[in-house]
């Protein structure tokens, strides 16, 4: 049984027909093309898969596209109309990445936390991007870089991934 | 000092943009339409096992399945330094995951269905599952034909044993040092098996056109290789051959040399025309690539009363798993450099690469030397303390310098280890104690020093090539791999040095064995070192012929000339300058004659060590000069103890490494801070469990814990060193996979310090600490 569902993801309307076992994480990779969301483990473990879920980060190999139905789906390729947020800009200029790999998990997982709290501390930054794991890096220059983009945010806050 | 505009500075990674928009595309990104096909292994169950038979009727008649192969279909042995696998397991398993058979499909979901009918016979056999086993008279051999199989000059196998290489190294004369020292120290270290865990699961893509022609997508460190290796397993010539490698996303040495990428090759050679698929689950990641290697080490090191070392004999047995075309070289690596960077006049070291029926073991960012400096570290702690010294003095006392005579007989080269000791000595404050910040915790400090060589073939070649664009970027294509270290960024800043073009306008591309000049593999932390040569070659030759071309329009001496921020200029005429970019494509115009000379600009470059060899006596390891260079290094940390929980909390850690020149500070101090918390995890969180039957306990990462961003020092304090390799660009030696090396002993001597607990097998989980401190309070026990 195929069921029609209908996604807005990073702003466009996707009517889709799914079958009730495939995964947000699939659809987004192999109907709608987005790639930024990873397969890491398959399991809800790594947190590669990472989208902003109505603004709620959410691990797509865990979520069935047919409970995303009539969702706004967001990954970093739809976080900014042009150019960089800040804390993407600060990510660039830290080099806060190696391999890359999780970087738009951890990103998304980042721009949730700054939505909510414009001033964490270096715990709370720890805290939110607890569930996406990163091997290369350490987590410091990631964790520096949340830290310098929440020191330096104008007044008016990011849209968090909420359009 | 030399002063560089673009070399030593920490400019943004050149990749930064593609990682954190999105753009960058790993291999399963990668689309490929509609007649793409998935494939599926049919995995033993058994760790060893006689294959009687395999049946793949139902299989077969699953819809949408086009194809089921088995190891009867390939039967070409292959291997990089000993060729002991085929890309099917052909009469035997010999490991829990091994692929039997793969079927292909339409959908990944019909393949992995199909794979589940495959119906496979087995006659079960004994299973040899550790070192033990593995060298007991009676074992059941692994590979009754390890005689037959051709491996490279400096392995030593053993026929009729499960012994696939036996390095041996003898230098001065052991009995004569144990005699002259006043305490010997004896003991044992274990280390168990791990996995690199990198974020991306191992992924291959491989079509073979209807003219014959294979091209391989792969998320691997070695392109070239994979290439010269599917050569020889598809029996293909390489023209007929192209590998291309998108970004990987993490290697460690997971990803070097060949492991289930040749499925992807083997297989679309049977249905030609449509790409395949294989993707590896996180499972299929931890039970199916190489893991690090276990180790059972025996220590024995003499000192005298002022701490100098007169002898060490290392025993080291690999639980090296069911195939070591890799992994022995690992075993190989240890087994001349199993000093740590020591002068020590009398040594004996054996090391012996095991065959065990667990996963093959690999290469793992540290290729051994993390796994016997976890005993060997641990072990000069215990004998400063029997001496009654300082750790840090007594490895003063004995650090190898420039010049001295390394265990195989050549010369140390230059090195900073004493400044490294100094500095990660200072940085946390060596010698005075710290506060407990509770009535439940004990603060301990603890100390090692490292060393690595780059482990490759003698003759490990890297090339280059570079061309100009018409607004003066420039496009490098190499055959190294970014999997994460920075090496584009690297490679980018070495030509902006010598053509005076900055790093954002230069792009350099990953492999692509059709394009890219040759790499060997991106491995042994030499790409900065062997591939930055090759690049600073190729950037040179494009300069000379700048240069030249300046010098035939307008007459001044190529040795007056100079490029700087995208121009030439001139030392005895300020007012010359032309741009680059009026020159690299078009050529410069003869103002005499209005013609042009020179044209489109390109460098070609190539670089091979021709000073190494491994030619060696096999019983004494004396001669030949196996390793290139060392990179060393030393560290010290600062950590609690909770005595109720057994718990270690990190404080602070230091670690400072002679980069010789550092081409991209933040590059390094990034190796270092991501290096040392993976070498951390290794000695407190990580280990990969059996049960014993052969099956791994924990292949998720639910029960195998890689550290989270909650679980990082309180501090990491990165130093770099900087003494010149004089072979090297601008200076520069790697520094990638040293970062972990010394972690696990820091962790057991920071231990032994706050609670005087000795801990000889990794990992030191809190639970095992806990179990240690419970045992302890029940019966003290005296011994040292």
Same mark, same amino acid.
């Given at each position: ?39 890491? @483990?398959?399991? =809800?473990?790594?947190?590669?898969? /990472?989208? $902003? %879920?109505? !603004?709620?980060?959410?691990? &797509? ?40 790999? @999780?970087?738009? =998990?951890?990103?998304?997982?980042? /721009?949730? $936390? %700054?939505? !909510?709290?414009?001033?964490? &501390? ?42 | ?784």
């Amino acid at each position: 049984v195929r069921h029609a569902i209908t996604l807005r993801v990073n702003g466009e309307t996707w009517p889709l027909e799914v079958e009730a076992a495939d995964l947000l994480l699939e659809v987004l990779r192999e109907r709608v093309g987005v790639k930024s969301p990873k397969p890491g @483990c398959e399991r =809800g473990d790594c947190g590669s898969c /990472t989208v $902003l %879920l109505d !603004g709620r980060s959410v691990r &797509s190999c865990l979520i069935l596209a047919v409970e995303a139905d009539g969702q706004e789906v967001v990954t970093v390729e739809g976080l900014a109309d042009d150019g960089l947020t800040a804390l993407q800009q600060r990510m660039l200029e830290l080099s806060a990445f190696q391999c890359g790999y @999780c970087a738009p =998990g951890i990103i998304l997982a980042a /721009t949730e $936390l %700054l939505a !909510g709290n414009p001033r964490p &501390s270096r715990h709370d930054v720890q805290h939110a991007i607890a569930g996406n794991l990163c091997r290369c890096t350490g987590y410091q220059p990631i964790v520096d870089a949340v830290l310098a983009a929440a020191a330096e945010r104008a007044p008016a806050p990011d849209r968090g991934g909420v359009r | 000092v030399t002063s560089h505009a673009y070399v030593g500075r920490s400019v943004p990674r050149i990749d930064g943009l593609d990682k954190i928009t999105g753009a960058a595309r790993f291999v399963d990104d990668l689309e490929f339409g509609p007649d793409l096909l998935h494939a599926e292994v049919v995995a033993s169950p058994h760790a060893h096992a006689r294959i009687l038979a395999i049946d793949t009727y139902q299989a077969e008649h699953v819809p949408g399945v086009v194809k089921v192969v088995t190891g009867k279909d390939f039967q070409r042995p292959f291997g990089l330094y000993m060729q002991d696998r085929h890309v099917f397991a052909q009469d035997r398993v010999r490991f829990v995951g091994e692929q039997v058979a793969a079927v292909i499909a339409r959908t990944h979901r019909a393949a992995v269905r199909a794979a589940r009918l495959v119906e496979v016979a087995y006659e079960p056999l004994p299973a040899v599952l550790d070192v033990a086993a593995a060298l007991c008279d009676d074992a059941v051999r692994l590979h009754p034909d390890l005689g037959d199989y051709p491996h490279v000059p400096w392995f030593f196998p053993r026929a009729g044993t499960n012994i696939a290489h036996w390095r041996k190294l003898r230098k001065g004369d052991v009995e004569a040092g144990f005699a002259a020292a006043d305490v010997v120290l004896e003991d044992t270290y274990t280390v168990p098996r791990y996995a690199h865990a990198a974020l991306e699961p191992h992924a291959v893509v491989a079509r073979m056109d209807h003219a014959g022609r294979l091209t391989v997508w792969s998320a691997s460190q070695s392109p070239y290789t994979q290439r010269n290796l599917f050569a020889e397993a598809l029996d293909l010539p390489h023209q007929q051959i192209r590998v291309v490698t998108p970004y990987v996303g993490g290697g460690f040495g997971g990803k070097a040399g060949v492991t289930m990428e040749i499925l992807g090759a083997a297989l679309a050679t049977t249905v030609r025309g449509h790409p395949v698929k294989v993707h590896w689950s996180r499972e299929q990641e931890f039970t199916n690539t190489y893991q690090r290697q276990g180790l059972v080490a025996s220590l024995e090191v003499g000192a005298r009363r002022d701490g100098t070392i007169t002898a060490l004999r290392h025993v080291l047995h690999w639980d090296a798993g069911a195939y070591v075309e890799y992994g022995a070289n690992v075993v190989n690596a240890a087994g001349i450099s199993a000093t740590g960077p020591y002068r020590i006049a009398n040594v004996h070291l054996d090391s012996v690469c095991c065959y065990t029926n667990l996963p093959p073991g690999g290469p793992y960012r540290g290729f051994g030397y993390s796994e016997f400096t976890f005993g060997l570290e641990s072990h000069l702690d215990r004998l400063a303390r029997q001496l009654g010294m300082d750790p840090v003095e007594l490895r003063r006392r004995n650090a190898i310098a420039e010049g001295d005579e390394l265990p195989y007989g050549a010369r140390m080269n230059p090195s900073g280890l004493m400044e490294a000791i100094d500095r990660a000595a200072a940085a946390i404050d060596w010698g005075t104690e710290e506060p407990a910040p509770a009535p439940n915790v004990r603060v301990g400090k603890g100390f090692a020093t490292f060393w690595k060589a780059p482990a490759m073939p003698p003759n490990a070649g890297s090339a280059a090539f570079l061309k100009f664009n018409e607004d003066a970027s420039i496009n490098i294509t190499v055959s190294g791999m970014e999997i994460g270290q920075g090496y584009l960024t690297a490679m980018a800043q070495i030509a902006a040095e010598v053509l005076g073009v900055p790093p954002e306008k230069i792009r350099v591309e990953t492999p692509d064995t059709d394009r890219n000049a040759y790499e060997w593999q991106t491995v042994a932390s030499h790409v900065t070192w062997g591939c930055g040569n090759a690049v600073l070659a190729a950037a040179e030759q494009a300069r000379t012929s700048i240069l030249d071309t300046v010098h035939r329009v307008h007459g001044f001496a190529v040795t007056d000339l100079f490029l700087e921020d995208e121009h030439i200029r001139c030392r005895t005429d300020p007012a010359f300058a032309v741009p680059l970019r009026d020159l690299v494509i078009g050529g410069l115009e003869d103002p005499t004659d209005g013609t042009f000379k020179g044209g489109p600009v390109v460098g070609a470059g190539s670089f091979m060590p021709e000073f190494a060899s491994t030619r060696s006596d096999p019983e004494t390891g004396q001669g030949g000069k196996p390793n290139v260079h060392y990179t060393v290094g030393a560290a010290g940390i600062v950590l609690e103890v909770d005595v109720e929980t057994g718990k270690v909390h990190v404080r602070k850690v230091a670690l400072a490494v002679d980069a010789g020149k550092a081409i991209n500070p933040a590059a390094v101090e990034g190796q270092i801070t991501g290096g040392i918390l993976q070498g951390l995890a290794t000695v407190l969180y990580e280990d990969l469990r059996f049960d014993d039957a052969g099956r791994m306990l924990n292949p998720t990462f639910t029960d195998y814990k890689i550290p989270t961003a909650l679980d990082v020092p309180d501090e990491v304090i990165p130093l770099i060193v900087e003494v010149p390799q004089p072979d090297g660009p601008f200076g520069a030696r790697g520094i990638g996979e040293h970062t972990m090396i010394p972690a696990a002993p820091l962790v057991a001597n920071a231990i032994e310090d706050a609670v005087g607990i000795r801990i000889t097998a990794m990992p030191i989980t809190a639970e095992r600490l806990f179990l240690a401190l419970e045992e302890e309070a029940e019966e003290p026990t005296t011994a040292s």
